[in-house]
């Protein structure tokens, strides 16, 4: 039974391209259902850094850990200001090709939200920025997980839907039903389907915007998509 009063505290890291993927979904869902989303933060720098290195909130600028702390300010004033946030960085990186997390660029998409391009330094100066992305990050840790998408729903802690090509409609509802399903049956903890070569040439198609633009890192083109690795599931 689709159930239509659920509350979703959706984690997120704005660089992940299968949490935007499963944000799109979800946002179907809450058109269609009413649900209530909360959007909250999960860092993929600090779950994969590797010893030695820096800390995300020691660094001046780290791309996403930057770009949520951007997002907690704007959270304090209204949630949905997170959602046009989210939204708007996961559009520019994940279906355009475009960086986001690169200052200017930031700049002028909180211009196009509606907000002043100065919070982007208000929100930089502000360091309890970083203790807002620190504590949702940690909460993750502390249930269990490793990765985005990670949702919290009647109590349960669930690392998915990952998934591209974001189903809507009647086709969203029912992976709606498949996931409240799940977390309605606590000891019921993974069901995978395996990858063919098929599926990892598609999900390379629909990454590509994201793999074209990605900057951070040296990219094969030819590379074959490692799906647990950019969900953070490398633990």
């Not at 290195?53 to 850990?65: I, L, Q, T």
């Not at 100065?118 to 504590?135: E, K, P």
């Not at 990858?195 to 890192?217: C, F, H, M, Q, T």
Request: contains cysteine.
């Amino acid at each position: 039974m689709t159930v239509s009063n659920a509350k979703v505290d959706f984690h997120f890291d704005p660089m992940c391209p299968f949490a935007y993927q499963t944000s799109v979904w979800i946002r179907n869902v809450r058109e269609q259902l009413g649900i209530s989303i909360d959007w909250r933060f999960f860092s993929l720098e600090e779950i994969n850094r590797v010893e030695g290195k820096k800390h995300p909130w020691e660094r001046d600028w780290s791309y996403g850990w930057s770009l949520m702390r951007i997002g907690a300010l704007l959270r304090r004033t209204d949630m949905a200001l997170l959602d046009r946030w989210y939204a708007a960085i996961g559009h520019e990186l994940h279906d355009l090709g475009g960086k986001p997390h690169d200052p200017a660029v930031a700049r002028r998409l909180l211009g196009e939200i509606g907000c002043d391009a100065g919070i982007l330094d208000d929100a930089l100066a502000d360091a309890s920025t970083h203790d807002d992305v620190r504590s949702e990050h940690q909460r993750v840790v502390d249930a269990g997980g490793y990765g985005v998408p990670t949702l919290f729903m009647d109590g349960q802690c669930l690392f998915g839907p990952v998934l591209v090509d974001p189903p809507s409609g009647v086709e969203a509802l029912r992976l709606w039903d498949v996931v409240t399903g799940m977390a309605s049956l606590p000891h019921v903890y993974e069901l995978q389907r395996p990858k063919s070569a098929a599926d990892a040439e598609l999900i390379g198609r629909s990454l590509r915007p994201y793999l074209d633009g990605r900057d951070w890192v040296s990219i094969n083109r030819g590379e074959v998509v490692d799906v647990d690795r950019l969900a953070g599931r490398s633990r």
